[in-house]
Nanobody, 124 residues
């Protein structure tokens, strides 16, 4: 069983930056795609960004393109989400997820493992 643990959430003013981390419990990731999703009360969990563990290809939701950056560190088995120029509408619980897929997917149903989530609050 793969465990994912997010960290780095918090409160930031609009226009500020915040970095999230997602640490994995084991090393076998060559066939995985890693993703970040977010969710606000009463809404469905939405795709934010994803990265292929092998090759590092990335994909972003239009709402965060140009502001957010996803990356991974093989040695630390950690995925990062750097969020810049944050807006109040970015406020959500952010979840890290892993999909046993060789392709990047934005569908939450294709992700097999999920972290517990970390709160990000952007004040105006």
């Amino acid at each position: 069983q793969l465990q994912l643990v997010e960290s780095g959430g918090g409160l930031v003013q609009a226009g500020g930056s915040l970095g999230l981390s997602c640490a994995a419990s084991r090393r076998t990731f060559s066939g995985y795609t890693m993703g970040w999703f977010r969710q606000t009360p009463g809404k469905e969990r939405e795709f934010v960004a994803a990265i292929r563990w092998s090759g590092g290809g990335t994909y972003y939701a239009d709402s965060v393109k140009g502001r957010f950056s996803i990356s991974r560190d093989n040695a630390k088995i950690t995925v990062y989400l750097q969020m810049n120029n944050l807006k109040p509408e970015d406020t959500a619980v952010y979840y890290c997820a892993a999909a046993q897929r060789l392709y990047i997917t934005t569908s939450r149903g294709e992700y097999d493992f999920w972290g517990q989530g970390t709160q990000v609050t952007v004040s105006s």
